[in-house]
């Protein structure tokens, strides 16, 4: 017996989850649950992080955590308790498999079959945000070394494990040339330790296009944290319906499965949801810890009970399904169809003896950082670049002088356009004319001037390069 915990969430999470612990059991799952009640209640009782601290003690001993979704309230500083589970227990990894079931759930994409890696702990997720001016509001997108190459060499093992032949790296490195250029390029490095597997780049954007349009050109894909939420949802969604597809949260003791959609509010408590993507979930679970006998046999009855047209709403269609079902009838469904198999459908047994060969992260040497210059952002009412570009030459000194001033990325001061529009807050760019090293001190003394002539710095960013390469993005149109 396994002991995992579970929480039936909100919304639609407590159906979903009676329908999957029912087929847990026909099945002969070998688990024991330990509940906790984490989300709304919780939320609203008063807890801003939506799980009390017994609850974590739970999680942190099963080490397993079967979820259904949550809803987390909007405003009121309510912090969300997926993204702060996925990232408390270290688990980095968000594997979302989207695949078609043509012909007998609706699609227009017949041949899709679609692992999604997501990262799971940084990006613009690491939340940390700050109103800096009147007018302008700022949140950190932080990407790591460790980050992407965790993320990443998951993605090259899973296909090895998983026998898939290409993993694909979406990201938007012609604009964020440190973040997703970082990326990308320890994509690159891993890539080249997998020369029997496949790989390539997509930008982002025509990348996202590609998923909704030509799906069956993808196998593995893996990207940053934002765009993985945003286009898996897309993948699931064009399957069928987001409410087929499951995930998996991994990391290197703890992990969590869940279903990838939400609480879905607006149909709780009318027996309507389809729970087959917790139900997903738990396939992806019983195959972590082993269970794969149990879990290959809740797939096979799953897929038959599909194939036989026997439909919950969101998939039901009058000419391809027979029995329009509520959520409890369709797990009744696929529990009389254990130890079935699809007739038409590929039988699906997940692979035994997983083995992924994840080392441990181990820093490497320090690079060797010159401090070049300093970033001033300066909170700042007035209109004309030229007026501040002024006033800032007056906080110079012998060594370090203004060498540009942009409004939101764009330069605007020396030479900028009269068309530009700017906001009042405005970064000025201050470096040794010769590329020189400057010290800390003469940071310090530069704020110590913009103070005594009443300029309102609001944040600060050093210049650095590190071994001797330049590593701040340039002003756009400098
Ligand atoms: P949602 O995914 O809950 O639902 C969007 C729509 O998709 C629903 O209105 C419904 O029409 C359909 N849908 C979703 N799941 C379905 C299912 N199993 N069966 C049939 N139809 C289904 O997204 P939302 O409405 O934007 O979010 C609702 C709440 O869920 C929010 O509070 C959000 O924060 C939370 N949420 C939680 C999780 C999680 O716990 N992992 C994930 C996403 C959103």
Redesign the pocket.
Same mark, same amino acid.
């Given at each position: 017996m396994k002991k995992i915990t579970i929480s039936r @969430? +909100?919304? &639609?999470g407590p159906e #979903?989850m009676d329908a999957t612990l029912e087929i847990l059991k026909a099945a002969g799952a070998q688990l024991e649950y330990d509940e906790i009640e984490v989300g709304e209640k919780v939320y609203l009782s008063g807890n801003t992080s939506g799980i009390a601290s017994e609850s974590w003690e739970k999680i942190r001993n099963n080490k397993i955590f079967l979820? =259904?979704? #949550?809803?987390?309230? %909007?405003g009121g500083g309510y912090k %969300?308790?997926?993204v702060s589970t996925r990232k408390t227990l270290g688990l980095y990894a968000n594997v979302r498999p989207c695949m078609s079931l043509h012909p007998f759930v609706k699609t227009k994409h017949p041949v899709m079959d679609i692992v999604i890696i997501r990262e799971n702990e940084e990006d613009l997720y690491a939340g940390i945000e700050h109103q800096q001016t009147d007018e302008v509001v700022q949140c950190l997108k932080l990407i790591s070394r460790p980050g992407c190459e965790k993320i990443i060499r998951y993605a090259f093992e899973y296909a090895k494990n998983y026998g898939r032949k290409k993993v694909t790296c979406f990201s938007k490195d012609n604009i964020m040339k440190q973040t997703d250029g970082l990326f990308h390029e320890v994509f690159n490095e891993i890539a080249a330790q997998y020369p029997d597997i496949e790989n390539d780049h997509w930008i982002v954007d025509i990348g996202a296009a590609k998923v909704a349009d030509t799906p069956e050109d993808f196998d593995v894909i893996v990207m940053q944290n934002l765009y993985g939420d945003i286009i898996s949802d897309i993948a699931a969604q064009i399957t069928g %319906?987001?409410?087929l597809a499951g995930s998996c949260n991994i990391g290197e003791e703890h992990a969590m499965f869940?279903? #990838?959609? @939400? %609480? =879905?509010?607006? #149909?709780a408590g009318q027996n &309507? =949801?389809?729970?087959? =993507?917790l139900i997903q979930g738990a396939i992806l679970m019983l195959s972590h810890i082993g269970q794969n006998e149990v879990g290959d046999k809740i797939q096979n009855a799953w897929l038959k009970t599909i194939e036989e047209g026997i439909h919950?709403? +969101?998939i039901f269609d009058e000419e391809i399904s027979t029995k329009k079902v509520g959520t409890k009838e369709f797990a009744q469904a696929v529990i009389a169809n254990l130890g079935q198999l699809p007739a038409k459908m590929a039988v699906r047994n997940s692979p035994t003896n997983i083995n992924l060969d994840l080392p441990k992260y181990t820093r490497k040497p320090r690079k060797n950082k010159e401090l070049i210059g300093v970033d001033l952002f300066v909170h700042w009412d007035g209109m004309d670049p030229n007026d501040i570009g002024g006033q800032l030459h007056h906080i110079e000194s012998d060594t370090i002088k203004l060498d540009m001033v942009t409004n939101r990325g764009i330069k605007v001061y020396p030479n900028g356009f009269k068309e530009t529009f700017c906001t009042d807050h405005w970064r000025c760019r201050f470096k040794n004319t010769e590329d020189k090293v400057i010290t800390k001190q003469e940071i310090i003394e530069l704020l110590s001037n913009a103070e005594g002539k009443s300029i309102d710095v609001i944040k600060t960013e050093n210049l650095y390069k590190f071994d001797g390469v330049r590593s701040y993005s340039l002003g756009q149109g400098q």
């Open positions: @969430g +909100d919304g &639609i #979903i979820k =259904a979704p #949550i809803t987390t309230p %909007s %969300s308790l997926n %319906s987001v409410g869940e279903a #990838i959609h @939400g %609480s =879905a509010p607006t #149909i &309507i =949801a389809n729970p087959s =993507a919950t709403v +969101d």
